[in-house]
């Protein structure tokens, strides 16, 4: 959806950088070759720029969104980035452990598990999972 401009890049990277970081999009665009730079182009303009700078739902929403799709598909690294990103979209961890509960009904029990493995790890390495009420070690 390139509107001749520039304008969707724009708004698509700035999305992009208030969602995963700016560390996260400076080591992505450090490794953008010739090879990807068209596919960096077309997720930035498409995925940040067009979708997720849509009014319609709220950074928080669509992180859960992106998340039980992400987990459905089976698609772990972007599960973990999307997860880190959740410390500045809103979403919290108990927001996750219900939205990963969906897909274990709607897409399977074994793609929840491997989420959820994910996630908690995640989770653990920001230093944002809680040990569980009366759980002395993790």
Known sequence: MADGNGQTYDRG???RRRVLGD???DRAEACKTGFDDDFQRFITEG????????????????SLVTLALLAAGGHHE????????????GATPDDLKEVLLHVAVYAGVPVANEAIRVVKQTL???GRLE????????
Do not use: F, K
């Open 13 to 15: 990277m700035a999305t």
């Open 78 to 89: 972007e599960v973990a980035m999307h997860t880190r990103a959740t410390a500045n979209t």
């Open 47 to 62: 995925a940040w720029g067009s979708v997720w700078s849509r009014p319609g739902l709220t950074p928080r929403e669509r």
């Open 131 to 138: 040990p569980a009420a009366g759980d002395g070690q993790r």
């Open 124 to 126: 653990e390495d920001s």
């Open 23 to 25: 560390a996260h999009v």
